[in-house]
């Protein structure tokens, strides 16, 4: 167990593992557990903590930070850290940290669910029979084997779904202009150097990166309308999966894909507005299937997300640099 120079007070706002909890206390802090409501942040609610740690749904904005003043440390249990102001964060003083690889698994296998499911109508056939029909004739697929799997962002979780969509047979595709030419060649992909080049290519497009402003709508209609639709000589039609991150995805043009036949079917786990609005229009076309932002939601993951994130608030409170710091301020 790390020697702490302080007993801190953390804030857990969206959950946590208990056994990770239980790793915070026994290192001598105060775990406080329960959601903050944002009008409550904003009047000063972790004026009476020194970390907080959080997932998607508490939003640490800069009007957030600005009103905790006793706060040195904000834990994000997961990857992304779109919910919180880092550079107001840094100017704080505060150091923010995240659990980068806990997740990595989860993902990657509900992408490849996702992608199977979209090639072979599962979700549709399911709510067929529920509807008392049997589509059979109706429900043929297509193959993963022998398309061109298109990965925009190559990190952890690209490669790991490339490394299954390889033993399924698929060709892979990337497009990360921050990627060194060396990693893609040792994984066995295709390093296109434009992303239209990869939209032109692939029939089959999976999203791996963070949302940012050059990434916002990346995948919008023009590009859509790009991708050939066939490949091995099979008209499989074009398909696209985001476990990433919503806003990257212009929803409105995938719908207006989907339906005049662009796009054969779209596989979402994250949305540009979560929770979704009610009656979402995308949500109710035949050829979509998504899932409630459930990526990192396996027993596993959550357990080493929890696990992870606790080791780097505990690090971080002892006054030593955790390996995952985000904010360029303290690295």
Same mark, same amino acid.
């Given at each position: 167990m790390l020697e702490l120079s302080i007993m801190a007070r953390i804030a857990v706002?969206?959950?946590m593992a208990p056994e990770a909890v239980s790793v915070l206390e026994k290192a001598g802090h105060e775990v406080v557990q329960g959601f903050i409501e944002h009008s409550e942040l904003m009047a000063g609610a972790l004026n009476d903590f020194d970390a907080i740690i959080v997932r998607s749904a508490t939003k640490l904005p800069s009007e957030v930070i600005s009103q905790s003043d006793n706060l040195t440390v904000i834990g994000r249990a997961g990857v992304g850290v779109d919910n919180i102001d880092l550079e107001a964060a840094g100017t704080a003083g505060i150091m923010v940290v995240n659990a980068p690889n806990a997740s990595t698994q989860s993902v990657v296998e509900l992408t490849i669910a996702h992608l199977l499911s979209s090639l072979r109508h599962v979700p549709?056939?399911?709510?067929g029979l529920r509807e008392g029909k049997w589509q059979k004739k109706e429900m043929k697929g297509t193959e993963l084997s022998g398309k061109c799997l298109g990965l925009i962002g190559f990190g952890r979780i690209a490669q790991g779904v490339a490394k299954v @969509?390889?033993?399924?047979?698929?060709?892979?595709?990337?497009?990360?202009p921050y990627l060194p030419p060396k990693v893609a060649k040792a994984q066995g992909a295709y390093l296109h150097k434009k992303v239209d080049s990869l939209f032109k290519t692939c029939t089959h497009i999976s999203i791996h990166c963070n949302l940012t402003e050059e990434t916002h709508h990346l995948v919008n209609a023009k590009r859509m309308k790009m991708m050939p639709g066939k490949q091995s000589g099979i008209e499989c039609g074009n398909h696209i999966v985001n476990c990433a991150r919503g806003g990257i995805i212009d929803e409105d043009a995938l719908l207006s894909a989907l339906n005049d036949g662009?796009? @054969?079917s779209a596989a979402l786990d994250v949305f540009e507005v979560e929770p979704l609005p009610e009656n979402y229009a995308l949500v109710q076309h035949e050829n979509f299937h998504g899932t409630p932002h459930i990526g990192a939601a396996t027993k596993e993951a959550q357990q080493r997300v929890g696990m992870d994130i606790a080791r780097a608030v505990i690090e971080a409170l002892s006054g030593k640099k955790p390996q995952t710091i985000v904010n360029s301020k303290f690295l």
């Open positions: 706002t969206d959950g549709k056939a399911d709510r @969509a390889t033993s399924l047979g698929m060709e892979i595709h990337t497009y990360d662009t796009i @054969a």
